[in-house]
């Protein structure tokens, strides 16, 4: 690996912060966007200087940026704002010495000194002093020596702000900003019983931060709701990030509804590392009665009937809570307890007393299959067609399949094996019961006027 060496490093000319934040909170929302608002202690000189503001994540949006004094007898302006994110690497330092003088040590000790000319391809071209061209494989090289830090580069994100100052001394300011690269899911599990008719339910609250920085100890809140947001610029790609263990602390988030959203506050700080998922619970495990349905929806010869499973959200059902969008993991245990997965979902922001229906995955035993087995053309503006719609159960019990046809234009229905009905102004349903081992056929003709 090579080994970079800085000789001299240029002496700052203005005042820097890094201290940890005396007050931090952190409001994630579910849309890559994250708000942040901190209180420090920063020094600042009476009149006009510049200071650096450090650790902010690399992902800030700098132009979002609200500051202000604490204490409302001493005024600081914000002239002028800066955000630096040209870190040091050494591709970027390899780049900024481009026509300056550099020195290159090799594994067995060899310099190699010169104007750099280039570098790319794994190598390094170099103008020695006597006027000879050499190319030093970066393979062999085991430090490069630069003689200082290049103007412009530093070693983590920063905003540089020229101020004016009417004293001399700290200060405590609240910063707030936002910034990509936070993000918050709902992840529920639901634990079906054995007679599949009661459904127990828990949430976990899966954060990810790759915003660039960690958070230590924060106030956290999550926002669960869509918020409308103007057109973003083009955003850096996301780093990988590692799993973080679920919290286990008893204390989950208290909920309210703030604005038309919903908020999820901790009761207690946490941090959020940088390149972490961190998981928390949501809401106490609830438990709500449910009915498992089986669907067929005709569409391009398809044979499949989806398993359902539908409930309220509602507190006589055993819920009753406002449910943020997330995935729902589906399990059911056998008969030696082993949790077996039976499918997964995912839910929109669902509020209390709302029907909500889980497609689990697709039923193996049954099967179906539409036919259109008569077309007749009665005028030139009325035409009706015929179908057939077969339901094969192989199941040792008796279903009842509900159908969901997809009509179009003006339409009736003139005859019917079985009863139907009009969801909207292009679906029917049909609910069949299937015996158990048998096959039952719906018949039924519809009338297409062309108005």
């Known amino acids: 690996m090579n080994r970079l060496k800085l000789v001299v490093v240029a002496a700052a000319i203005f005042s820097a912060t890094s ?26 000189s009476k009149g006009t200087g510049r200071l650096a503001f450090r650790d902010v994540p690399s992902q800030i949006d700098a132009a979002s940026v609200r500051f202000e004094v604490v204490d409302q007898n001493r005024q600081v302006s914000i002239l002028e704002q800066n955000y630096a ?94 910034t990509s690269g936070l993000n918050w899911a709902a992840e529920y599990v639901g634990l079906l019983d054995q007679k599949e008719t009661n459904l127990d339910l828990s949430g976990w609250a899966s954060i990810n931060n790759t915003s660039g920085r960690t958070y230590p100890e924060a106030r956290l809140k999550l926002i669960a709701g869509d918020i409308h947001r103007a057109a973003p610029p083009m955003r850096k790609g996301y780093a990988d990030f590692e799993v973080a263990a679920m919290a286990t602390a008893p204390a989950g988030f208290e909920e309210k509804a703030f604005f038309e959203y919903h908020m999820y506050t901790l009761p207690r700080s946490a941090t959020l590392a940088n390149n972490e998922t961190k998981q928390i619970s949501l809401f106490e495990p609830a438990s709500t009665a449910v009915k498992k349905v089986y669907y067929y929806r005709p569409s391009h010869g398809s044979s499949d009937v989806q398993v359902v499973v539908e409930f309220v959200n509602s507190a006589q059902a055993g819920l009753g809570m406002p449910l943020p969008a997330g995935r729902v ?3 059911k245990a056998d008969d030696d307890g082993s949790l077996i997965l039976l499918g997964e979902d995912q839910i929109k922001h ?102």
């Open 329 to 331: 993991r589906l399990f």
């Open 85 to 178: 994110y040209d870190l040091v690497s050494p591709d970027q330092l390899f780049s900024k010495y481009i026509d300056n003088r550099v020195e290159l040590v090799d594994k067995q000790g060899g310099v190699y000194s010169g104007t750099l000319l280039a570098y790319s391809g794994g190598a390094v071209t170099l103008m020695q002093e006597a006027g000879k061209v050499k190319i030093v494989s970066m393979g062999e090289v085991v430090e490069t020596n630069f003689p200082s830090l290049p103007e412009g580069l530093i070693t983590r994100p920063t905003l540089f702000w020229n101020y004016s100052s009417d004293f001399s001394g700290k200060a405590s300011c609240r910063v707030g900003y936002q």
């Open 350 to 451: 669902t509020p209390k007393d709302e029907e909500m229906a889980l497609t689990v995955g697709t039923a193996f035993d049954i099967k179906a299959e539409e036919r259109l087995v008569n077309q007749s053309q009665i005028s030139k503006k009325v035409e009706e067609r015929e179908f057939e719609i077969e339901l094969r159960n192989r199941k040792a019990e008796a279903v009842t399949v509900k159908v969901e046809k997809q009509l179009w234009g003006f339409w009736e229905i003139t005859q019917s094996t079985h009863e139907y009905k009009k969801k909207d102004a292009s679906t029917v349903t049909f609910e069949v019961p299937v015996k158990a081992e048998d096959t039952t056929t719906v018949r039924f003709t519809v009338r297409f006027t062309n108005r």
């Open 19 to 44: 201290a940890l934040a005396d007050e931090l909170a952190v409001t994630v929302y579910n849309s890559n966007l994250g708000v942040i608002s901190e209180t420090r202690q920063l020094e600042f």
